[in-house]
């Protein structure tokens, strides 16, 4: 890093210029026939997010040649782990969704600094909606304060998938199933806005889904958190996470917690501390993406 880093302000900035150019580039490709294959890890990948990926690369590291380098569509450089400050990029969260035509995906941008996100947007080019926010500077929605907004009395809304759902209902909550929004980084931000009271991802999300919406729900005051460690830390050398869980009321944590140890399970004691002592630890299960 140099001797004087930019402070996180002028991070964002940089961040919310270049979302919005890469947002143009996607759209671009959005609704066309265009080339798609699927990575070894079964998810989808597009012409489109090795274009846009490719774009990022340049402006950003350009911009911030001191900076590592962390994205889902780049083979990994292990040099990102001596930077104080990584970029963490998804050229486009919810390809699926992008690919089938669907306006819910994002390009989500982040800077990581000693593990903690400093600076993040989740931009919904399609929608037309854009989420920022850097640490200590508050979060703002298309440029204004971010402010959550949840009508009165309401059953707590939360979009999950099927087995946590049963899990929630065996434990009683009263909650109504929420929309599963396909982008992860978009799902984890409706939140803030009140249009979810919780969102989760199972075990397997990594840096690129979560690093954005992570300084957005942090600087909005919403509890995030990977069930087992407590708040994910970024830019380790194994970027995969345990299941993740962003909630607005912290009353729904105990159960939305456990529903998702008993799904997911976490890893061994000895490795990781567990929130609940009485939780049942699977370490078989596999790691998967939402």
């Given amino acids: 890093m140099p001797a004087f880093a930019p402070p996180y302000d002028d991070d ?7 979302a919005v150019a890469a947002g143009i580039i996607a759209a671009s ?22 274009v846009v990926d490719r774009f990022l690369a340049a402006n950003l590291l350009q911009a911030r040649p001191d900076y590592g380098w962390l994205s889902e569509e780049t083979v990994d450089n292990p040099s990102r782990l001596d930077c104080e400050r990584v970029f963490v990029v998804d050229p486009i969260d919810g390809t699926r969704a992008f690919l089938r035509g ?3 995906w994002t390009v989500s941008l982040a800077v990581v600094e000693n593990g903690v996100p400093v600076a993040g947007v989740v931009y919904a080019p399609a929608r037309d909606e854009m989420y920022d926010a850097y640490k200590g500077g508050g979060a703002r929605f298309n440029g204004r304060p971010l402010q959550r907004t949840r009508r009165a009395g309401a059953a707590p809304l939360i979009p999950a998938p099927g087995a946590v759902h049963q899990e929630l209902q065996a434990a009683g909550l009263d909650y109504t199933r929420g929309p599963a929004y396909p982008s992860l980084a978009y799902r984890l931000v409706q939140v803030a806005t009140g249009r979810l009271d919780a969102a989760v991802a199972r075990r397997g999300a990594q840096d690129w889904d979560i690093a954005g919406a992570a300084v957005i729900l942090a600087e909005c005051g919403m509890d995030f958190a990977d069930v087992c460690t407590g708040f994910p830390q970024l830019n380790k050398r194994d970027v995969r996470h345990g299941a993740l869980a962003a909630l607005a009321d912290m009353s729904l944590k105990p159960q939305v917690h456990a529903a998702l140890i008993k799904v997911y399970g976490c890893p061994p004691v000895e490795d990781a501390a567990m929130p609940d002592a009485g939780a049942r630890t699977q370490t078989d299960l596999p790691l998967t993406r939402d």
């Fill in 12 to 18: 964002l900035e940089l961040l919310r210029t270049t």
């Fill in 29 to 50: 490709y959005f609704r066309r026939d265009i080339k798609s294959w699927t990575k070894d890890n079964a998810s989808p990948v597009s012409e489109a997010d090795i």
């Fill in 102 to 104: 669907e306006d819910y």
